[in-house]
Each structure stands twice: as structure tokens, then as C-alpha cells.
């Protein structure tokens, strides 16, 4: 398999064996270690032998590399009409008006409930044992 590691410039938190968290920009990151630099100052981080040592990884992107879903599977928006509502008008008044609206409002939940948004696939997430269970 190959190994796929984050791209320099990459915000990360990261979570060691030892719970300790560390934030930082990625400088490098190989097989034997990876070099951060601390995100408010110029320090550097070094974890030597990372795929012993770090449990997991949280990858931050600027919101400009957000993932941006395909809009034509949207439904497209619905403008609703202004409810003109006087101030001492009685509720069964309302009711009585918009009983239409309400019927053809209710009448599209319960399509929805029929069809709903279908769930995001595709992702690979593979499932497994960290090293430091099996000693």
C-alpha cells in the first residue's frame, strides 16, 4: 500500500501515544519523522518514527480548499409568500386563511420523508487495531 502523507503548508493537530496534542503547520513528514512549526512562533516540532508514535491526525484546510458539493442533486429553493398578519387578528381568522398553505406545506414534508437526501458515499475508512493494544 501506498503511503499518503499531509501536503507541507497543511494545519494538523495530532495526537500522540502518549495523549498529548500538538498543533502545527506541516514542514515535512516522511517514514522516520515529521517536522512541524509551531503556529505562533518559529518553533520546530520533531516526532521521530511517526507511524509508532502518533495515533491520529486532524487535517485543517483554509476554508478556500472547502470540498464543494455538486449543487445540481439540490432541490431548488422555494420563495415563500409574505403571511399579512394584523395586530389584533384572531388565530382562528389565520388558521382559516392560510388552512391552503398549511395543507400544501404539509403535503411537501411528507415527500420529503419519502425521499430524503441520500447520505455522502465513497469514502474509505479502514478500521483496525493501533499497535500500542497489542503488548
Given at each position: 500500500?501506498?503511503?499518503?502523507?499531509?501536503?507541507?503548508?497543511?494545519?494538523?493537530?495530532?495526537?500522540?501515544?502518549?495523549?498529548?496534542?500538538?498543533?502545527?503547520?506541516?514542514?515535512?513528514?516522511?517514514?522516520?519523522?515529521?517536522?512541524?512549526?509551531?503556529?505562533?512562533?518559529?518553533?520546530?516540532?520533531?516526532?521521530?518514527?511517526?507511524?509508532?508514535?502518533?495515533?491520529?491526525?486532524?487535517?485543517?484546510?483554509?476554508?478556500?480548499?472547502?470540498?464543494?458539493?455538486?449543487?445540481?442533486?439540490?432541490?431548488?429553493?422555494?420563495?415563500?409568500?409574505e403571511i399579512d398578519v394584523l395586530p389584533n387578528e384572531?388565530?382562528?381568522?389565520?388558521?382559516?386563511?392560510?388552512?391552503?398553505?398549511?395543507?400544501?406545506?404539509?403535503?411537501?414534508?411528507?415527500?420529503?420523508?419519502?425521499?430524503?437526501?441520500?447520505?455522502?458515499?465513497g469514502y474509505n475508512v479502514g478500521y483496525g487495531v493501533?499497535?500500542?493494544?497489542?503488548?
Amino acid at each position: 500500500m501506498e503511503d499518503i502523507y499531509p501536503v507541507v503548508g497543511t494545519l494538523v493537530i495530532i495526537t500522540l501515544r502518549n495523549n498529548l496534542c500538538i498543533e502545527g503547520v506541516v514542514e515535512g513528514w516522511n517514514k522516520k519523522m515529521v517536522i512541524l512549526k509551531a503556529p505562533n512562533s518559529e518553533n520546530q516540532i520533531v516526532i521521530y518514527k511517526p507511524e509508532k508514535n502518533i495515533l491520529f491526525a486532524k487535517l485543517i484546510y483554509s476554508k478556500t480548499k472547502e470540498v464543494m458539493m455538486d449543487t445540481a442533486d439540490l432541490p431548488a429553493p422555494i420563495e415563500e409568500e409574505e403571511i399579512d398578519v394584523l395586530p389584533n387578528e384572531p388565530f382562528e381568522s389565520l388558521a382559516e386563511k392560510h388552512k391552503e398553505r398549511v395543507c400544501d406545506l404539509r403535503s411537501k414534508i411528507a415527500a420529503h420523508l419519502q425521499n430524503p437526501i441520500v447520505p455522502i458515499s465513497g469514502y474509505n475508512v479502514g478500521y483496525g487495531v493501533p499497535d500500542f493494544f497489542q503488548r
